[in-house]
């Protein structure tokens, strides 16, 4: 079965500052890793994937997500944090032969002024 | 660009009664998704559809029917409407060819909530 953790609830950030928001993973075979954003009362928005070739992916509005096959992670970063980044975000993966993404709990970025 | 089209985007029900929940994907997509987010949780894979049949199938409980029609459109028909069946429903489609490496594109949802 595949498995997505994301272990902090909330993550708190000063505009202009980095953030990083974690997910490790579970799966057999290849993982395909996705991440993506919900605004309030809001469908989810795809950022970037994870499929094959580069760890570093880049994805919309300024996000990256570093993938790491020993540490099973997929941590979405990004340089340069905007109070607009303040959303709900959720990590989800696929595993070989399987059609359904399967989500993380999610993690509450709040980006202070 | 097109997207992916729920309706209606707000639904309230009595306990006991049905309620029918349509999407339509963006056009040339051929699967499906339906997922089910309760009050400050993740989304939750229900059922899935690929070219009109049945794909895959998570925690949909049998009260729950779905179906995807020939112009590629589906339904989740839910029967017995209980309290905790209150929650946002988001369909989410794909495009053909892409298969497990390809991203899902979600609606805004249906907000269904049982009195």
């Known amino acids: 079965a595949q498995s997505v953790a994301q272990p902090e609830d909330q993550v708190n950030v000063a505009e202009g500052n980095p953030l990083t928001v974690k997910c490790t993973y579970s799966v057999s075979g290849n993982p395909y890793l996705f991440w993506y954003v919900q605004y309030p009362n809001r469908g989810l928005q795809f950022l970037l994937k994870y499929i094959t070739g580069d760890n570093l992916v880049k994805g919309s509005y300024g996000f990256e997500a570093e993938f790491n096959k020993s540490q099973t992670s997929f941590h979405l970063k990004k340089p340069s944090a905007l109070v607009s980044d303040s959303a709900l975000y959720f990590c989800?993966?696929?595993?070989?032969?399987?059609?359904?993404?399967?989500f993380g709990t999610g993690t509450r970025l709040l980006v202070s002024p | 660009a097109a997207g992916v089209i729920q309706s209606p985007r707000h639904l309230i029900k009595e306990k006991r009664e049905t309620a029918t929940l349509k999407c339509y994907p963006i056009?040339?997509?051929?699967?499906v998704y339906w997922y089910q987010q309760g009050p400050g949780q993740d989304p939750q894979f229900l059922i899935s559809?690929?070219?009109?049949?049945?794909?895959d199938k998570g925690s949909i409980p049998d009260r729950f029917s779905a179906q995807q029609f020939s112009d590629y459109h589906s339904e989740l028909n839910m029967s017995s409407l209980e309290l905790g069946d209150s929650a946002l429903y988001f369909c989410a489609s794909s495009p053909p060819g892409t298969g497990v490496t390809g991203e899902l594109f979600f609606g805004e949802g249906s907000r269904l909530t049982v009195l």
């Open positions: 056009p040339r997509h051929d699967t």
């Open positions: 559809f690929y070219e009109k049949m049945q794909s």
């Open positions: 989800a993966v696929r595993g070989t032969g399987f059609q359904k993404l399967v």
